[in-house]
Nanobody, 123 residues
Framework: QVQLVESGGGSVQTGGSLRLSCAAS?????MAWFRQAPGKEREGVVA???????RYADAVKDRFTVSQDSAKNTLTLQMNNLTPEDTGVYYC????????????????????WGQGTQVTVSS
């Protein structure tokens, strides 16, 4: 069992930045950030697969950056140039199984989840 705790959410205006953190009881082979807007399905934001694979959703490329601190078991998501479309609850997720590139951003491919942190971007 892997415990994940997100933090760093908040409210910002369009063009602002936020940094989300995910404290994990352990880092796993695959870790990811997802988000869910009201009335919408959960969608993948960025996925990491050891040792160095990163897959970003097209909607966040060039604006979001994921990093990992192995010493602190922490995953960080730096979000820049935020827009109202980025509003939602952001979740950290983890899994230890093999997975293809094509499936890295599928929510069903992860079995451990944090409780989420709210991000609100106003215009």
């Amino acid at each position: 069992q892997v415990q994940l705790v997100e933090s760093g959410g908040g409210s910002v205006q369009t063009g602002g930045s936020l940094r989300l953190s995910c404290a994990a009881s352990q880092l796993t082979y695959r870790m990811a950030w997802f988000r869910q807007a009201p009335g919408k399905e959960r969608e993948g934001v960025v996925a990491m697969r050891a040792p160095a694979t990163r897959r970003y959703a097209d909607a966040v490329k060039d604006r979001f950056t994921v990093s990992q601190d192995s010493a602190k078991n922490t995953l960080t998501l730096q979000m820049n140039n935020l827009t109202p479309e980025d509003t939602g609850v952001y979740y950290c997720a983890a899994d230890d199984g093999q997975l293809s590139w094509q499936s890295l951003l599928q929510p069903t491919a992860y079995k451990w989840w944090g409780q989420g942190t709210q991000v609100t971007v106003s215009s």
